[in-house]
């Protein structure tokens, strides 16, 4: 081995890799994935069930479920351009949760049922809320390491 095999990346100038799946990041790939299931699991059963009933509820619970999907996916594989996947799919997620939420505050009537982003995820104690914002954090402090 020569001496530049023991030099950190950064004293050579290259970018030193960052996993956006270690630390709190771990946290968010969890908080995805439960989110993931749940709203996948909940969006299924409901359109399988009762589709007639509430579909707008349903398919925005299913698109969620899609959004937590990719999300996760990302954040394990980790590299430059999942960050910016996921960061951009995390500032998709904020506006859908602040649509939703505001739509279901201010009309109730047009939701039959409740999607995973109602009432800004009170059903969910407002994780729908802080995971994108959370997520949004972690992957732009991500950049810079």
């Known amino acids: 081995m ?16 960052f996993d956006l799946g270690t630390g709190p990041g771990r946290v968010l790939v969890w908080f995805y994935g439960v989110f993931t299931v749940a709203a996948a699991s909940r969006s299924i059963v409901q359109m399988i069930l009762d ?10 619970s299913a698109v969620a479920a899609l959004v937590y999907g990719f ?3 990302s954040l394990v594989r980790g590299g430059e351009k999942a960050r910016r996947t996921a960061l ?6 904020l506006l859908g949760v602040l ?18 982003w109602s009432d800004f995820g009170m059903g969910y104690l407002f994780i729908p809320v802080i995971l994108p914002v959370t997520g949004m954090m972690w992957l732009r402090r991500a950049r810079t390491a």
């Open 51 to 60: 589709f007639g009933k509430a579909p707008l509820a349903y398919v925005l």
């Open 99 to 116: 649509v939703v939420g505001t739509w279901t505050m201010a009309e109730p009537s047009a939701f039959a049922d409740a999607t995973v």
């Open 2 to 17: 020569t001496e530049t095999d023991h030099t950190p990346s950064a004293a050579t100038g290259e970018k030193q890799s």
């Open 71 to 73: 999300i996760t996916y």
């Open 88 to 93: 951009v799919c995390c500032a998709a997620e």
